[in-house]
């Protein structure tokens, strides 16, 4: 074949523009559902429903009438909603509820200012004597509140802070220090030092590095260690009966034990306040969980 017939053949080829139709996707197989899925399926809902059922219990009480909650029908004949208006109105609830976002946001704060600084030294310095301080952090974690609530009253009592706010705050943040350290220490050590050094060279200092460099890369942890120093404010209950005897300066956990009486025990009230209580929680943690479940795994692979 000569040049010319070669020539002629491809000039007549057709060539592809954007009126020719493209290629179709290849068809997708449809998805195949094996027994073992099935059984996978089943048992996490299984396991989902019993881990859900306590809590449609609390609900369902809350809403009964006060005739009604010892009988053995698992649904009220009518729901009583103004239960919920009741325990607001006839207990200190809503001091409670404002004495808890206090202690929990203001403790929360007070170890993320603390933590962060610290668990980033630790971090980036080989300082003499570093393990041991890891060690020491860990080993404060073994210790119960209630082993050192004679020591702790007695300390607030000669300051003269019983029955405040503010000794709640430091209580539950030194309680929750030192776990903040740990868990930001790991994902500080996580993070490369290459970038605090190129930022370094650029003109930024160690504190300007930390502020804009790896402290948005280690958001994730500072999450995780707020939310579990938030939850662990929240939940306490030792603390706040021990050091705070004012029922409208008491926590919520410990506003809440007042519907516990000694011979009598206001269930609707109780299971009301407890609905009240751990709503802000579930919402808090629903918002954020993501970052929560990447922070937990800071550190585990370098």
């Given at each position: 074949?000569?040049?010319?017939t070669?020539?002629?053949?491809?000039?007549?080829?057709?060539?592809?523009?954007?009126?020719?139709?493209?290629?179709?996707?290849?068809?997708?197989?449809?998805?195949t559902?094996?027994p073992?899925?099935?059984?996978?399926?089943?048992?996490?809902?299984?396991?989902?429903?019993?881990?859900?059922?306590?809590y449609l219990?609390?609900?369902?009480?809350?809403l009964r009438?006060?005739?009604?909650?010892?009988?053995?029908?698992?649904?009220?004949?009518?729901?009583?909603?103004?239960?919920?208006?009741?325990?607001?109105?006839?207990?200190?609830?809503?001091d409670?509820?404002?004495?808890t976002?206090?202690?929990?946001?203001?403790?929360?704060?007070?170890?993320?200012?603390?933590?962060?600084?610290?668990?980033?030294?630790?971090?980036?310095?080989?300082?003499?004597?570093?393990?041991?301080?890891?060690?020491?952090?860990?080993?404060?974690?073994m210790?119960?509140?209630?082993?050192?609530?004679?020591?702790l009253?007695?300390e607030?009592?000669?300051?003269?802070?019983?029955?405040?706010?503010?000794?709640?705050?430091?209580?539950?943040?030194?309680?929750?220090?030192?776990?903040?350290?740990?868990?930001?220490?790991?994902?500080?050590?996580?993070?490369?030092?290459?970038?605090?050094?190129?930022?370094?060279?650029?003109g930024?200092?160690?504190g300007?590095?930390?502020?804009r460099?790896?402290l948005?890369?280690?958001?994730?942890?500072?999450?995780t260690?707020?939310?579990?120093?938030?939850?662990?404010a929240?939940?306490?209950?030792?603390?706040?009966?021990?050091?705070?005897?004012?029922?409208?300066?008491?926590?919520?956990?410990?506003?809440?034990?007042?519907?516990?009486?000694?011979?009598?025990?206001?269930?609707?009230?109780l299971?009301?306040?407890?609905?009240?209580?751990?709503?802000?929680?579930?919402v808090l943690?629903?918002?954020?969980?993501?970052?929560?479940?990447?922070?937990?795994?800071?550190?585990?692979?370098?």
């Amino acid at each position: 074949m000569t040049q010319r017939t070669l020539a002629v053949v491809r000039s007549e080829a057709p060539t592809p523009g954007p009126e020719s139709p493209a290629t179709p996707p290849p068809a997708r197989r449809p998805r195949t559902i094996t027994p073992r899925t099935l059984v996978i399926a089943a048992a996490a809902w299984l396991l989902a429903a019993a881990f859900l059922m306590p809590y449609l219990e609390m609900v369902v009480t809350a809403l009964r009438p006060a005739d009604e909650l010892r009988d053995a029908t698992y649904l009220p004949s009518d729901f009583e909603w103004a239960n919920f208006i009741d325990v607001w109105r006839e207990s200190h609830l809503g001091d409670n509820l404002r004495v808890t976002l206090l202690v929990s946001a203001g403790s929360t704060l007070l170890v993320l200012l603390v933590a962060i600084p610290a668990a980033y030294y630790t971090a980036r310095m080989r300082f003499r004597g570093r393990k041991l301080f890891l060690l020491l952090v860990l080993i404060t974690q073994m210790f119960q509140p209630t082993s050192l609530l004679v020591g702790l009253y007695r300390e607030f009592y000669q300051l003269d802070m019983l029955n405040s706010v503010w000794t709640l705050i430091l209580s539950n943040a030194a309680f929750n220090l030192a776990f903040a350290i740990w868990i930001l220490t790991a994902y500080f050590s996580s993070i490369p030092e290459a970038l605090e050094e190129a930022a370094m060279i650029d003109g930024l200092g160690r504190g300007g590095a930390l502020l804009r460099i790896t402290l948005p890369l280690a958001m994730p942890g500072v999450v995780t260690a707020m939310i579990f120093t938030f939850i662990a404010a929240w939940n306490e209950f030792v603390m706040g009966l021990t050091l705070s005897t004012v029922p409208e300066n008491q926590p919520l956990t410990v506003g809440i034990n007042s519907f516990i009486g000694n011979y009598t025990v206001q269930w609707n009230y109780l299971f009301a306040g407890s609905v009240i209580a751990i709503v802000p929680v579930v919402v808090l943690f629903a918002l954020i969980e993501r970052k929560v479940v990447s922070g937990l795994t800071a550190g585990s692979v370098k």
